[in-house]
């Protein structure tokens, strides 16, 4: 080869090499930024192919997906200064790059560690103002809502990363006063089952007096109809007898005495003491009875 062919060669390749490191892709999941010595230039590269002086520019590229921050477990104190054991994550996207790179270097593990840690002292500040019944179910949901707003311009403003979400994935007691609070809310729902217990028993005497004094008084009713009742029927019985013995006064003499005769001899060594003459011997001297 000869030294012309040689140069030729050389500076094909130089120059192949200069616009391979001219040129760059952006693709459309990536955000980045140029630099000029280190200083930003262009903060907000457009996806597609775009070139820089070699040597001069370099092109530092972030994702611009949404990313996961997931924070560690931390406990954090209640207003009652009771200990709760708070896990929680964060859903961000690069906002400014410029100010992200800035503020991490363009690296997305340390924009997830300073996150985490304004996360946990917002956390710490949403807990400290609440209960925990609070914390726990009654505002749960406002504390994720205030905590988003309450971090989302500190985010911007100083890590140039736009917070979309916050949410707390769990809520634990730590494991010192977990047994403490057992004990406490079994002794409230023993303490409420009592007084349900209570309350049943006396609506229990309460039915049950009232049936037994609708049982007397439904006792007391039936046995005046039926002494009423009874009454009106002997009534009715005598007034028959009345009127059939009134046809013939004579012959209920008659059987009335053979009544009396029979009763009074039907016994085993049954004694009468009485006159010859007297009025029960009547019907046995004379059938007519003394006509």
Do not use: C
Not at 84 to 109: C, M, P, Q, W
Not at 137 to 163: F, P
Not at 271 to 285: A, G, N, S, T, V
């Amino acid at each position: 080869m000869s030294s012309r062919n040689m140069v030729v060669v050389i500076l094909a390749v130089v120059l192949l090499w200069i616009l391979s490191n001219s040129l760059f892709v952006m693709r459309e999941t990536e955000r980045g930024v140029m630099l000029k010595f280190g200083e930003v230039v262009n903060p907000d590269l457009q996806p597609g192919l775009g070139w820089k002086i070699p040597f001069v520019n370099s092109v530092r590229k972030f994702d611009g997906r949404v990313l996961t921050v997931d924070s560690q477990p931390e406990r954090f104190f209640t207003q009652e200064k009771k200990a709760l054991i708070v896990d929680s994550y964060a859903k961000f996207r690069v906002s400014d790059t410029a100010k992200f790179y800035t503020a991490t270097n363009g690296e997305v593990v340390r924009a997830m560690q300073l996150l985490s840690q304004r996360i946990n002292d917002g956390l710490r500040n949403q807990v400290a103002k609440r209960t925990i019944q609070e914390v726990v179910s009654g505002e749960r949901d406002q504390l994720m809502i205030d905590l988003q707003e309450s971090l989302n311009d500190v985010a911007r403003s100083e890590l140039g990363v736009e917070l979309v979400d916050v949410r707390v994935k769990r809520i634990d007691l730590p494991a010192d006063v977990s047994e403490s609070v057992y004990r406490r809310m079994n002794a409230e729902r023993e303490k409420e089952a009592r007084e349900h217990r209570s309350q049943g028993q006396e609506l229990a005497e309460g039915i049950r007096a009232a049936a037994d004094r609708e049982v007397t008084v439904i006792k007391a009713n039936a046995y005046r109809d039926a002494e009423q009742i009874r009454g009106e029927g002997d009534a009715e019985a005598t007034r028959i007898y009345a009127e059939a013995f009134n046809q013939d006064p004579e012959f209920y003499a008659f059987t009335r005495s053979l009544q009396a005769y029979r009763d009074s001899f039907q016994g085993d060594g049954n004694i009468l003491l009485l006159e010859p003459d007297d009025e029960f011997f009547r019907y046995l001297k004379d059938s007519r009875g003394g006509k």
